[in-house]
């Protein structure tokens, strides 16, 4: 049974490159390097067998390389889902793009009766 343990929300932008997946990226990033997760250890599983669920909220989400996204997690099994959300915040000269993230951290368990 997938128990979740973990959940962190972070935000990136691409001040200049109008880039969905570059201010995904620096959103999971920003989640994801706030906090130094022990549970792994804890529990005594390898961190390889974290469930890691990634949800972007990001303008023009279907432009977003997902793959790039998945790796910026350091280990783990990670499934990622670009979502139309974020800002697109007009410039001078074009816009910043502005993702959220949120990273779910589970681990398949058995449940102890």
């Known amino acids: 049974m997938?128990?979740?343990?973990?959940?962190?929300?972070?935000a990136g932008t691409d001040l200049r490159g109008e880039d969905a997946t570059k201010a995904a990226r620096r959103a999971v990033a920003d989640a994801l390097h706030r906090n130094g997760l022990t549970v792994a250890d804890a529990l005594g599983f390898p961190k390889e067998a974290m469930l890691v669920d990634i949800r972007v909220g990001v303008p023009g989400a279907a432009s977003v390389d997902l793959a790039s996204v998945a790796a910026a997690a350091p280990y783990g099994v990670v499934t990622v889902e670009a979502v139309e959300g974020g800002l697109r915040a007009p410039t001078a000269t074009g816009a910043t793009i502005i993702a959220n993230a949120v990273v779910s951290v589970s681990f398949d368990v058995e449940r102890a009766e």
């Open 2 to 10: 997938k128990k979740q343990l973990a959940v962190e929300f972070g």
